[in-house]
RNA sequence: GGAGAGGUGGCUGAGUGGUUGAAAGCGGCUCCCUGCUAAGGAGUUACAGGAGGCAACUUCUGUCGAGGGUUCGAAUCCCUCCCUCUCCGCCA
């Protein structure tokens, strides 16, 4: 969420930001909503102090020895109700106009930074730097071919439990898997992450705080007869872990690993990446999140991009950082860092990672502060995939591929695996 | 799922209609005292929003789980919802 002052005064700034994006948006409106609101607080609660005073002048009349029953009293009494009558119509109308000023303001994506480049889609994005050689041949398999050979994972008898965009692991497939989040996690939690096992169903308000609500339901799977939703990212029960909460300055960084498994609708995608592990309705991932100070985040947002990337590495995965462009930003996020993992199979580098740096937005839609001495301010929050752990499989399976047909695994995952590499068996 | 109890400040815990944002204790912070330590003394210690001021700050409003209601006045009375705990049932 913006910053509401930041609209009232100085709304061309703010619109001027959001074209970056691609948003054309008129504040003016807004603007107007939101002084007015202003102007109906300041009139509500000086009528509240008139009224409370009568409550107090009651009060001390009647301990003077007033009866109840006097005049004095039935005369304040009738100003008393005149006041509340007055107080209640102003209230009316300020409930309507803040109601609509909220869903407004949650409906506006977050400010791209000032080191965010421009661009207008992802044709715009800037490499930043590369890591490892690209392997390249002519008869490299795609990893669900490499995965049918081996019997990793079972794609139709998925489609027969739930859907299609599901995937069965099995037997060396599932291992891996395994093996791949318990990595990932150990990693982490060797660097001073703090590990989180979040619950998978999270309410509206969680993610209306990280900001996939309320203008992408319909990216998230719904339960029916409860307000709960399945979870697209740990992103947001872990936002929620300290959803209106005063953290001590002296606390911060916090840094949390989280891994959970994701699910998304992938709505408008149909036909794309309809094989293999990509893009699935369900996948599992393993999450980094940081809550800091507001003027560590710039720090915190490479070191973050640096402890994902660590991943990769280990892991022995050429690939590429992204930054984003204006234009290609999430929602929440104001400047965000891609990781792009070389799939040989495919010959393409494919998104396993993405880091963004969320400044305050996400902290003031879930009111999540810091404080030192007197002063508290919201803190600032970001995320970075640590990582996607089926699209890891998948390079793993295309990377390591092998001319006898096995998968030769990166020495980091033997002890996790029980075995050097993936033979057809 | 059934029955009961309860939700008050960082914590424990008073408060059942009148200047109570809230006693007391603990904890935290500041200062004083004291060879050191321990002990002691004084003060201070919620959040949000607004108005005024360059600022330190002053002031107003709201907040005692959430939302409504009664009343001149609500932490206190009424209604709805949420959550927690105990017992029973069920269950991995």
Redesign the pocket.
Known sequence: MLD??LI?ENPSLVADSLARRGLNVDLSTLQKISSHQ?DL??E?????????????????R??NGAT?SSKE?AD??????E??QK??LI?EKE?AISKTLKEELLKLPNLPSIECPDGKDEKDNKEIRRWGIPKRGKDLQNHWEIAERLDLFETERSAKIAQSRFVTLINQGARLERALINFMLDLHSSKGYKEVLPPVLVNSASLTGSGQLPKFAEESFRCADDDLWLTPTAEVPVTSLHREE?IPMKDLPLKYVAYSPCFRREAGSYGRDTRGLIRLHQFNKVELYWFVHPEESKAAHLEITKDAEAVLQELELPYRVIELCAGDLGFSACRTFDLEVWLPGAKAFREISSCSNCEAFQARRS?I?T?Q??????LHTLNGSGLAVGRTMAAILENGQQSDGSVSLPQCLIPYFGDTQLSPE
């Open positions: 509401q002052r009232r202003k607080e300041v509500r609660s000086n009528l509240q102090a008139k009224g409370n005073n009568i409550g107090k002048e009651v009060g001390q009647l301990k109840p009293i304040l009494r009738l100003l008393g109700n006041v509340k107080v209640s209230e409930k005063i009111s502060r404080k001495e007197k002063a508290t301010q919201l």
